[in-house]
């Protein structure tokens, strides 16, 4: 094992700078390839981390075990009412790590500036379409407007680069990748297009219906050049190319097809309080136990390197023994 004056370092070399915390299960959105129409069973309340949880936790993390980054994700996190205190007390850390938030935008024209004044650095925003009919059909609500509007609102509040997250699914908005990139370049948003993955909670996921890196690919090329991103790639999940030339980019996270897990650098914490080494991870490390039992800093920051030290060298999704995580993406965390 790691001795207690190292990072969250596993038996394949992999450091763990980048923190992603889940602060909710919950979401007000209903997207095809994440949850069912109805909804999920949410987390009951007292398993939720409290706000002051959730700090210590983060403190931990950045004193203790050198993360240096903090992403808040859901469900959506902007549904946690102390989003705001959150951010501001992670912000407060020395050293500060950076911050930054993954959202479908709902709420956004409203916390954008609270958020960027508490100290968050950036957004990433879910949106699959730029048709609002097309929204409705994927998310089951018609919020497009509230997104769009949200969109803006980081923008303007200077939470910048604004990223948009994309999934294209089969037969619905498979033809969108250029109009999507147009909107992007147009408005000065940084495109990702993400492999849909195993994670959704009804486990009607297949490779046939998925559409590939390979396949968003030949269809950005049909209407743009694109050349290879000659910056370091690094542990960013994302591949990422120039277009038309520069300087604006677009990603592809290829997570099924291309797979990056040799340089992973993420650790994830759950909403209630368990920590993940992997997105695919079908085991957990209990750490809300601990904060509840009264164990201290250290005793936390050593279950928390055990559970990293164990990590597998990859996800296994091709390995014909691969398990879907008993928990969707929802309640994973992103």
Known sequence: MTSANTGLIDRYGRRAVDLRVSLTDRCNLRCSYCMPPEGLPWLPKQEILTDDEVLRLITVAVTRLGVEEVRFTGGEPLLRPGIVGIVAGSAALTPRP??????NGIGLARLAVPLRDAGLDRVNVSLDTIDPERFAAIALRRRFDEVIDGLSAAAAAGLTPVKLNTVLLRGINDDEAPALLRFALAHGYELRFIEQMPLDAQHGWSREQMISAAEILASLEA????SPDPA??????AETWLVNGGPAKVGVIGSVTRPFCGDCDRTRLTADGQVRNCLFATGETD???LLRGGADDEEIAVRWREAMWGKLPGHGIDDPSFLQPDRPMSA???
């Open 98 to 103: 950076k911050l930054s938030v993954t959202t």
């Open 223 to 226: 209407e743009f050049d694109l």
């Open 332 to 334: 994973i965390g992103g």
């Open 287 to 289: 750490l809300r136990g």
């Open 232 to 237: 370091e790639r690094a542990g960013a999940p």
